[in-house]
Antibody
Framework: QLHLQESGPGLVKPSETLSLTCSVS??????????WGWVRQPPGQGLEWIGS???????YYSPSLKSRITISADASKNQFSLKVRSVTAADTAVYYC??????????WGQGTLVTVSS | QSALTQPASVSGSPGQSITISCTGT?????????VSWYQQYPGRVPKLIIY???NRPSGVSNRFSGSKSGNTASLTISGLQAEDEADYYC????????????FGGGTKVTVL
């Protein structure tokens, strides 16, 4: 059974880099045609797609966040990661990792709240 | 401001049918079959209920159905039940230079 779990600091200071990791069990992140993505949700607001990494290592990014984010994969650990640079309070959100099928986040992690504050 | 436009709220009585619209452009909904819908209860993880416009994942009630016409997608909930009270989000594959996904702003469904 597929399981995804986010991990990383719950508090990040403004202007610093937010780093999260998603650990995957039940499927290899290099399985054919698989895509692994990140979605966030600020408190009380809607969902925002951040980006994804394909089984090949190719990455797809939200145009609005592209200049500040990096998504990468570590096949040896069956994990993929997110980095958001130069964070502000607007980056405060619950961050979810997900397995995408047909351009749809289908299996989600439980989410982790990241607060940007000094 | 979300890329896809949804009504902020929709309501209906038990047993009724309601429809939630999701309006995009020719660069997203109008161009691809990859339209999805999600249900989210407060404080819970979103759940995929429709993918590729009108397909339901295993275990999702057949009271949920999806459709698309032009740049607008729709989610219909038939036989509305109290448990359907939740937030609903649409998403679509999009391409403006590069491939990416976009979400709607979400619709709060209230069962009267």
């Amino acid at each position: 059974q597929l399981h995804l779990q986010e991990s990383g600091p719950g508090l990040v200071k403004p202007s610093e880099t937010l780093s999260l990791t998603c650990s995957v069990s039940g499927e290899s992140i290099t399985s054919a045609d698989s895509h692994w993505g990140w979605v966030r949700q600020p408190p009380g607001q809607g969902l925002e797609w951040i980006g994804s990494v394909a089984y090949s290592g190719y990455t797809y990014y939200s145009p609005s966040l592209k200049s500040r984010i990096t998504i990468s994969a570590d096949a040896s650990k069956n994990q993929f990661s997110l980095k958001v640079r130069s964070v502000t309070a607007a980056d405060t959100a619950v961050y979810y990792c997900a397995r995408e099928y047909s351009s749809a986040p289908a299996y989600w992690g439980q989410g982790t709240l990241v607060t940007v504050s000094s | 401001q979300s890329a896809l436009t949804q009504p902020a709220s929709v309501s209906g009585s038990p047993g009724q049918s309601i429809t939630i619209s999701c309006t995009g452009t020719g660069n997203d909904i109008g161009a691809y079959k990859y339209v999805s819908w999600y249900q989210q209860y407060p404080g819970r993880v979103p759940k995929l209920i429709i993918y590729e416009v009108n397909n339901r994942p295993s275990g999702v009630s057949n009271r949920f159905s999806g459709s698309k016409s032009g740049n607008t997608a729709s989610l219909t909930i038939s036989g509305l039940q109290a448990e359907d009270e939740a937030d609903y989000y649409c998403s679509s594959h999009a391409k403006r230079g590069t491939d990416h996904l976009v979400f709607g702003g979400g619709t709060k469904v209230t069962v009267l």
